[in-house]
């Protein structure tokens, strides 16, 4: 558990930045990022056409329990000894034109609910294809968050190296104008120079360290590379203040994309048994339909009007077809069987992914509360050493100690703010975690 006192102080703390500056009214924050790399990443292209996929499955499983309509057409001649149309005798010589054509509807009845069953699966299918996008929009978040943190951790830090450059630049001068008046020897300029290069070296490598991470979150973004891309210069964060991981996990389990995708696709494997099952059932269907002809016999002619064949030949059907499946070689049956094992990994699949849940969760509480207390340790830490060092210059100004023992003493100050950078950008990255699982998603719709 995280102690309120200890919350107060963060409060404070979290304020502070890596430098003093105030930042620029152009800065990105870390949902503006997650923003526009939700919206520029392939990954969600990718997801957005299979959504539509989905989309088109369902209506298409709507629309095969509408009645299906069929017209045709034919014409044809033929050539021989055939029966008359009109009379029905045999002609020895023949040659007749014939053009038939009919219109006919087939709809079926009664299916055992395997239709109305196929549908709802292809409905929870659309909306497991919908969970599942937003799930991987919140992951892509989750990944532009850690390239952030890391990004403003390592901009801090060059923060931090060109203060101690600043620091180092200002001493050299001074400590070489006191050997030029004889007050300082020159071991101690010597000293100092070799500390002003070491520190001119760790600016560079602190530099190139903050371009890699920043490479690396124009990449997670998709953000153009050669566009310049400016970040706040403080580490700030909301306070999550208390947290367990069982009611953490809790309101996770009701807000978190891959819960519900895991619970869609276990409602989709029942489903699939239904329809299965169905397929056992008796089958009833309705179809009727219309169909004329007229012929002409081409050699003997004498044959009625166009229109007045096509109105006494004329007929009309109306029918009931009942299908009952009797033996099918064990198809339906090894459909039910599969379709139940599929049920059964799909219930193995929910519980596997409750589990990782509440191990994410009690990890991500684990952690924030670890960033919790190294902060506080941190700013403790800082606040000694910041008193040691000032102690210290007072010594050396009144020649109490060398050179070398201040410059001991400094580098302890620097890694004490670089523990407290550290320590804030952990922090930070940690309770936007615990935010996300108590329901502020990166993304919450698309």
Known sequence: MIQQGKIAVLAVLLSMGASKGMAQADTWSLDQCVEYGIKHSPITARDAAQAGIYQQNLKESIAQQLPSVNANASVGWTIGRLPDPKTNEYINESRIFGNRMSIGAE???????????????????????????????????????????????????????????????????????????????????AEIRAKHASDSYNLTQATNDYLLAMVNLKQAMSYPQTDTLTLPQNLTSNIAGEVTPQLLFEKAATTQPRVKEAEYKLR???????????????????????????SKNLIKGGDDAYTRQLKDLASHYVELNLRIPLFTGLKHRSDIRRSQLENLI????????????????????????????????????????DVAYQTNQRKYTDGLIGIIELHSSANNLLKAKVETLKAQALYAFSARIISYFEGNLFVDKL
Request: proline content about 1%; charged content about 15%.
């Open 346 to 385: 799909e219930k193995a699949n929910y519980e596997e992914t409750m589990q990782q849940l509440y191990a994410e969760v009690s990890k991500a509480v684990a952690e924030y509360e670890g960033a919790t207390e190294a902060v506080t340790q941190a700013l403790r830490q800082q606040e000694a050493q």
């Open 268 to 294: 989709k494997s029942l489903l699939s048994v239904y329809v299965a099952k169905g397929m056992l059932l008796p089958t009833l269907t309705a179809s009727g339909g219309y169909a004329t002809s007229y």
């Open 107 to 189: 709809m079926t009845i009664f299916s055992g609910f395997s239709l109305t069953n196929s549908s709802r699966m292809a409905y929870v299918n659309q909306l497991a294809g919908l969970e599942h996008q937003l799930q991987t929009a919140n992951s892509h978040g989750v990944t532009i968050a850690t390239a952030y943190y890391n990004t403003l951790f390592k901009q801090g830090l060059m923060a931090l190296a060109s203060e101690q450059l600043s620091q180092s630049e200002q001493q050299l001068k001074q400590l070489t104008r006191m050997s030029e008046l004889g007050m300082k020897s020159k071991s101690d300029v």
